[in-house]
């Protein structure tokens, strides 16, 4: 991905995502290491980074595309980020979710304007029935990660981070689909390959592991975590596409840990972080990451319901 692609899909966000803040973290810092800075993606209009990936896909459809409607499958976010695109273009929108799915971000959907169907089961299923849709009513399916138009607006995410700060050495982002991380090996990679890049996922939930292992994606038989934007049971295979060539490692962090985050971030930084955006926090926490210089923190998300999170910072 070049850096034309990189600034045309920035300048697709103007006046529809923010360029959100880097916040300075000192209590994240190590001995001998480099100040941390957070980037703050829970403070995007719908909540999460996810935004960034959903305008920049449906404002390169077509005319006749537009008329026929989008669909895609989320456990909640990008579900959020399609249905305020798709209203802010004027486009039907339908969002299969799954019965858990927090109701914040199930209302957060409905709130915006898209239609929702829930789905027992796990996330093949929520994508069976997005693909089923698509074909039989003749939406266009805007998948949450599988597309190089999501992963070229996840990646502005980093853009702004590296025009920022210029001194940044290390990027860290966490996993689900690998959208977000797939952006920040994009921007890396076309901007500033000396910027080390890496992954934080949950212990249950290691698809990112298994795939650096493999050599390629890999099918989990089950996830589960706190982190429930952190649960796909692959990683997508064009976000490791991406990944795969400049990842410099992953780590993973287990619920105790991002619990102990979403609390930190509250108590030192007055910050609502759901779960899912605070993993990167927990690996710095718990000394997962070799931080040996100026580190930023992607902080991915904030949408979590009030009761929940009164739960965790307890």
Same mark, same amino acid.
Do not use: C, N
């Given at each position: 991905m070049t850096e034309a692609e990189l600034r045309s899909a920035a300048a697709a966000l103007q006046g529809v995502a923010l360029e959100t803040p880097l916040v300075g973290a000192p209590g994240l810092g190590v001995p001998g290491g480099g100040p941390v800075r957070l980037k703050c993606e829970h403070l995007q209009p719908m909540g999460a980074f996810k935004i960034r990936g959903a305008w920049n896909s449906v404002s390169r459809l077509s005319p006749e595309q537009r008329s026929r409607g989008i669909v895609t499958h989320s456990s909640g976010n990008h579900g959020q980020a399609l249905a305020l695109a798709g209203a802010r273009a004027g486009i039907r929108t339908v969002v299969v979710m799954?019965?858990?799915?927090?109701?914040?971000?199930?209302?957060?959907? /409905?709130? /915006?304007g898209a239609?929702?169907?829930?789905?027992?089961? +796990?996330?093949s299923e929520r994508g069976r029935v997005a693909q089923e849709m698509a074909d039989t009513q003749g939406l266009v399916m805007v998948p949450p990660y599988e597309s190089h138009d999501v992963v070229a607006g996840q990646a502005t995410c980093t853009l702004e981070i590296l025009?920022?700060? +210029?001194?940044?050495?290390?990027?860290?982002? +966490?996993?689900?689909?690998?959208?977000?991380?797939?952006?920040a090996c994009a921007a890396t990679s076309a901007l500033r390959p000396d910027v080390k890049v890496f992954g934080v996922e949950p212990v249950g939930a290691p698809k990112l592991t298994r795939a650096m292992d493999a050599g390629h994606p890999v099918v989990l038989e089950q996830t589960a975590s706190v982190a429930d934007g952190l649960l796909p049971m692959q990683i997508g295979v064009i976000p490791f596409g991406y990944i795969q060539p400049v990842l410099a490692g992953v780590v993973q962090v287990s619920d105790a840990e991002i619990i102990a985050?979403? /609390?930190? $971030?509250?108590?030192?930084?007055?910050?609502?972080?759901?779960?899912?955006?605070a993993a990167t926090v927990a690996a710095l926490l718990?000394?997962? $990451? +070799?931080?040996?210089?100026?580190?930023?923190?992607?902080?991915?998300g904030g949408n979590i319901d009030p009761e929940r999170f009164a739960d965790l910072v307890r």
């Open positions: 799954p019965e858990s799915a927090p109701a914040i971000k199930v209302s957060g959907v /409905r709130s /915006r239609e929702v169907v829930l789905v027992p089961g +796990p996330a025009d920022m700060w +210029p001194a940044v050495t290390m990027i860290v982002a +966490p996993v689900g689909g690998g959208g977000l991380l797939a952006g985050a979403v /609390r930190f $971030l509250y108590q030192h930084h007055g910050m609502r972080v759901e779960p899912s955006g718990a000394g997962h $990451l +070799p931080v040996t210089g100026p580190t930023a923190a992607i902080l991915s």
